[in-house]
């Protein structure tokens, strides 16, 4: 009886002990942002980044990371860092192929600042994509020329 337990008694303990991990990883993260908040509250734009960027760099740069990052900061309304991260951001996108998704950041990053614009690795890949799926607008507004002119 208590052979057939052991792996369940295991698979539970192991998952209890992923959820603390992820509960203290999350913990962590909110306490990482509230430093980064601060410094960039303060003026202080290139240690904030920098900041950010070693957050990331501890969470192997994934897009889940990003992600979070991108929408925590586009709730500070600092409208210099949210572009910033966004250009990183979009350019992680199209690297991994999700390239929808670098679109959708572009139009929120161009909303927010009609300067805006991704990388020019990127910038090819979010504007064939703009095409495509009919967002001429986009398109337009970083730099490319209309189909046909």
Not at 7 to 26: K, L
Not at 70 to 93: C, N
Not at 94 to 110: K, M, P, Q, S, Y
Not at 126 to 138: C, I, K, L, P, Q
Request: glycine fraction near 8%; hydrophobic fraction near 40%.
């Amino acid at each position: 009886m208590h052979r057939h337990g052991l792996p369940f008694v295991a698979s539970t303990y192991r998952g209890r002990r992923e959820e603390s991990d992820r509960r203290h990883g999350q913990h962590d993260w909110e306490e990482s942002l509230d430093r980064i908040y601060r410094v960039l509250s303060s003026g202080d734009t290139g240690s904030g980044l920098a900041e950010m960027d070693r957050l990331l760099a501890a969470d192997d740069h994934r897009l889940e990371s990003y992600e979070l990052l991108f929408e925590r900061v586009r709730e500070w309304q600092l409208a210099d860092v949210t572009m910033a991260l966004g250009e990183a951001f979009v350019e992680r996108l199209v690297d991994a192929g999700r390239v929808h998704r670098a679109l959708e950041v572009t139009e929120i990053c161009l909303r927010r600042d009609p300067r805006f614009r991704p990388s020019a690795d990127a910038v090819d890949a979010v504007v064939a994509h703009a095409r495509e799926v009919g967002h001429e607008s986009t398109a337009a507004m970083l730099g490319a020329p209309a189909d046909g002119a």
